[in-house]
């Protein structure tokens, strides 16, 4: 069933994406200007993401590619660093299109937008149609996503086992940022420009290495898509619940409380758990989200094989409202969450089943959200 869950920290995406579509679509005044970029030395958690999370084409082999990548602080790469001009300006990015181009970076630059939200922007749009947004997999770094004429031929391949053509037709690019300024990552050609907006404006003249121009949007997608998708994203978290979501965490124990519950309930069970001497014992559970519950799978079977969890069972997940972390040996440290569910067969009982994260790319905070507000939410209703 591997292919039909997705990583929890995707699902959430998509989660984000129901609760407000307002993704920048009501700005006003002048176009946003780029958030600083950190540092290589202030994180890398995306340089180890897998190919088939990553999923950034680079433009002309169709191919995933998936390498570290760490750049120096861009001030602001829309404009450029301090106004200096594009150094791929010779290619015809005169100043008045240059200004033009910034002016509708409103429409499309949406730094917080998913993947999946940027494909549902533009799967239904002219070739040509794009969005820039902040690469959730490498820090540092900016996503171009577009719609294409045609699809990658791995793309074909997909759609005769009844793949959705429309989604394909959105291709992935990813922009960035060095030094010499920014430029699409994995084309040779492809000159460095001293901002975003100049790249974009010279994309919007020649494709250069990209399948085709970029067409400059005089309107912002986002309220196209509100205008005629609120039906669809109604069934989305059910959609969601649907397919599951899972990863791997630490099971550190479950506490028995009674009748307590919420946020009272997570803090005692992280007070007992960690207090206890010895430590009690752990160990990596596969956590899996669903309409049916949660199901735990101890993959080695150190402490038990596997646990199910019915949805109309647990009533209640947070983090650890303290805000500890568990130590496993000298310096890792992880988020502490849990659940509260009732125990079989009893109204007033209540155990608390305690995790830590264990992989920085599915963050406590986004498996707490999923269960949350998709599984309990929707079970509520």
């Known amino acids: 069933n ?4 997705h990583s929890l920290l995707e699902a959430v995406e998509g989660l984000e994406s129901l609760e407000s579509l307002d993704l920048g679509g009501g700005q006003k005044g002048p176009p946003p200007l780029l958030p600083q970029k950190r540092r290589s030395s202030e994180g890398r958690e995306g340089a ?3 190919p088939s999370l990553s999923g950034f084409s680079s433009p002309r082999s169709g191919s995933s590619l998936s390498l570290p990548f760490s750049s120096p602080m861009t001030p602001d790469p829309l404009r450029g660093a301090g106004g200096a001009p594009s150094p791929g300006s010779d290619f015809g990015s005169k100043p008045d299109a240059v200004k033009f181009v910034q002016d509708t970076s409103k429409f499309w630059y949406k730094p917080d937008i998913s993947r999946d939200q940027a494909i549902a922007l533009l799967k239904d749009k002219e070739p040509g149609a794009f969005v820039v947004r ?3 997999s490498f820090r540092g770094a900016y996503g171009l ?5 045609t699809p990658p031929p791995s793309a074909l391949q997909h759609s005769k086992k009844g793949g ?3 989604s394909e037709l959105v291709r992935h690019f990813l922009i960035e940022c060095t030094q010499k300024g920014v430029r699409l990552k994995g084309c040779p050609n492809e000159p460095y420009f001293g901002s975003l907006t100049a790249l974009v404006c010279q994309h919007s003249i020649t494709p250069l290495a990209l399948p085709c121009k970029l067409i400059l949007p005089d309107r912002d997608p986002v309220e196209d898509l509100t205008e005629t998708s609120t039906p669809t994203a109604a069934n989305s978290a059910a959609d969601l619940l649907r397919q599951g979501a899972a990863c791997n965490v630490w099971y550190l124990g479950s506490v028995a409380l009674e009748t307590l519950t919420g946020h009272q309930a997570v803090q005692k069970a992280t007070t007992t758990t960690i207090s206890m001497e010895p430590p009690p014992p752990c160990t990596v559970v596969h956590f899996k989200v669903s309409a049916q519950g949660i199901t735990l799978t101890d993959n080695q079977r ?3 094989f596997r646990r199910h969890y019915a949805v109309n069972t647990v009533i209640f997940c947070s983090l650890d409202p303290q805000g500890r972390k568990w130590t496993r040996g000298s310096s890792s440290t992880a988020k502490i969450f849990g659940f509260v569910a009732r125990k079989d067969q009893s109204e007033t009982e209540n155990m608390c089943h305690l995790f830590a994260e264990h992989d920085p ?3 406590a905070s986004a498996i707490v959200n999923f ?6 939410g929707a079970h509520k209703k």
């Open 371 to 376: 269960v949350s507000k998709v599984m309990i």
């Open 48 to 50: 180890s993401r897998s």
């Open 145 to 149: 996503a577009m719609k294409v004429a």
């Open 134 to 136: 902040d690469s959730h």
């Open 302 to 304: 150190k402490l038990f």
């Open 2 to 5: 591997g292919g039909m869950e």
């Open 361 to 363: 790319e599915q963050p």
């Open 164 to 166: 959705d053509l429309s």
